[in-house]
């Protein structure tokens, strides 16, 4: 699996023993939108501290790029907890500067 690339706005997430890029892609974001609503409103949630867990979770879940078959939703928000948030929030960061500032 190859690493995330930064010129991209992408970052990364493990899951497992497993690497996964994080890329906020057009279709990626669209499909974020649809299920969380306005992404601007997601990043309002998130500068005040009201980011909910499973937000956070679906929004890394359709950014994974190239998503294997075996890696599911569930997986991916376990990731989150077993990591913590300390550990995910500078993935968080990029995403959110991405929709906020994009390419």
């Keep these: 699996m190859s690493s995330a690339n930064p010129l991209r706005g992408e970052a990364?997430?493990?899951?497992?023993?497993?690497?996964?890029?994080?890329r906020p892609s057009f279709a990626a974001l669209v499909a974020a939108e649809d299920e969380l609503g306005p992404l601007f409103a997601l990043v309002e949630r998130?500068?005040?501290g009201k980011l909910?867990?499973?937000?956070?979770?679906?929004?890394?879940?359709?950014?994974?790029?190239?998503?294997p078959e075996?890696?599911?939703?569930?997986?991916?928000?376990?990731?989150?907890?077993a990591q913590g948030l300390?550990?995910?929030?500078?993935?968080?960061?990029?995403?959110?500067?991405q929709i906020l500032q994009g390419r």
Excluded: K, Q
């Design 86 to 97: 300390v550990a995910v929030t500078p993935a968080l960061r990029v995403l959110l500067g």
């Design 52 to 67: 909910a867990l499973g937000e956070l979770a679906s929004l890394f879940w359709h950014c994974v790029r190239d998503r």
């Design 12 to 22: 990364e997430l493990r899951v497992g023993d497993a690497v996964h890029v994080l």
């Design 46 to 48: 998130a500068a005040d």
């Design 70 to 81: 075996a890696l599911t939703r569930e997986r991916v928000g376990e990731a989150v907890v």
